[in-house]
């Protein structure tokens, strides 16, 4: 069987997926072929079910529930810090009037702004061209994500707010979910089970050779150096990201909850997640 895994040419799910890339974890009769796009492509594809397997905004996983089921494991989630709304050193102060752009309509990252100004303007731009254009003033505002979030400071951007830190204010600490992965329903569960498990295994085998995946992990850190890189890495890629955990369900169905409340989705969402084989049946 033939499946295509789909992730972001980032450093976190370079590391997240190097146990499967490396082959240090096997895939016994199943032949893996990775692809590599931004998220918010990965995000359009996935309303045509394109790939078994791929990662997806939260957002528009709220729209995706007819054809995939969440995994249990592979989620980034910012845990009191998340995208990041900047502005330059002599920009505004507060988002009143401010048109503020954004990486993509269904990033989580755009869902949580519109959550904390629901009356927001916003255009779209690549998430690696918003930094620049708001040096440049063609933004007056901008929301980083990825590494955006920890270079800003030192390019003399100014921080208006983290919606991580907000949501973990507004929620009495949960995580913020941001993006996640995902497999088509239509492979059938015991299929589904057994490359979940397998999915699994690479995140486990990156946190317990972190060195060695960090390494793989540096040639996708769009000029981090390793210091950073690391710190990128586990912001996106922890004991959250092995399993949701009980915060980690929780936080991700209350922002279905509170998305659907202000009709930022289209439909009441109940989280369906995806079966996790063992390891003594996964073969």
């Known amino acids: 069987m033939r499946i295509t895994i789909a992730h972001s040419p980032d450093s976190d799910?370079?590391?997240m997926f190097y146990g499967l890339a490396s082959g240090k974890v096997p895939t016994g009769d199943l032949e893996v072929v990775h692809v590599l796009s931004d998220i918010e492509t990965l995000n359009r594809a996935a309303f045509?079910?394109?790939?078994?397997?791929?990662?997806?905004?939260?957002?528009?996983?709220?729209?995706?529930?007819?054809?995939?089921?969440?995994?249990?494991?592979?989620?980034?989630?910012?845990?009191?810090?998340?995208?990041?709304?900047?502005?330059?050193?002599?920009?505004?102060?507060t988002?009143?009037?401010v048109v503020v752009a954004v990486p993509g309509l269904l990033t989580t990252a755009y869902l949580a702004l519109k959550l904390y100004a629901p009356n927001v303007e916003v255009?779209?731009?690549?998430?690696?061209?918003?930094?620049?254009?708001?040096?440049?003033?063609?933004?007056?505002?901008?929301?980083?994500?990825?590494?955006?979030?920890?270079t800003?400071?030192?390019?003399?951007?100014r921080k208006i707010v983290d919606l991580g830190e907000w949501w973990s204010e507004t929620t009495g600490g949960l995580p913020l979910p941001l993006g996640g992965n995902v497999i088509r329903r239509d492979l059938g569960m015991e299929n589904v089970a057994k490359i979940s498990?397998?999915?699994?295994?690479?995140?486990?085998?990156?946190?317990?050779h972190r060195e060695e995946a960090l390494d793989y992990a540096?040639?996708?850190?769009?000029?981090?150096?390793?210091?950073?890189?690391?710190?990128?890495v586990g912001m996106s890629v922890n004991d959250l990201t092995l399993?949701?955990?009980?915060?980690?369900?929780?936080?991700?169905?209350?922002?279905?909850?509170?998305?659907?409340?202000?009709?930022?989705?289209?439909?009441?969402?109940?989280?369906e997640w995806a079966p996790l084989a063992t390891s003594a049946n996964r073969a």
Not at 218 to 232: E, Q, S, V
Not at 245 to 268: C, F, H, N
């Open 243 to 271: 399993d949701y955990g009980d915060r980690g369900r929780t936080a991700v169905q209350l922002l279905m909850d509170e998305a659907y409340g202000k009709r930022l989705i289209p439909s009441k969402v109940t989280v």
């Open 13 to 15: 799910d370079a590391f």
């Open 95 to 97: 988002l009143d009037n």
């Open 218 to 232: 540096m040639k996708y850190g769009r000029g981090l150096d390793r210091k950073k890189a690391d710190r990128f």
């Open 48 to 93: 045509d079910g394109r790939y078994e397997v791929t990662a997806v905004s939260f957002h528009a996983y709220a729209h995706l529930t007819d054809k995939y089921l969440l995994l249990s494991h592979g989620a980034s989630m910012g845990d009191k810090y998340g995208p990041v709304v900047v502005v330059r050193a002599d920009g505004p102060h």
């Open 152 to 157: 800003y400071e030192g390019e003399g951007l």
């Open 123 to 150: 255009k779209v731009m690549p998430f690696d061209e918003i930094q620049q254009a708001v040096h440049d003033r063609k933004a007056e505002a901008g929301l980083l994500i990825h590494e955006g979030q920890l």
């Open 197 to 208: 498990r397998m999915l699994h295994d690479s995140i486990a085998y990156a946190l317990s």
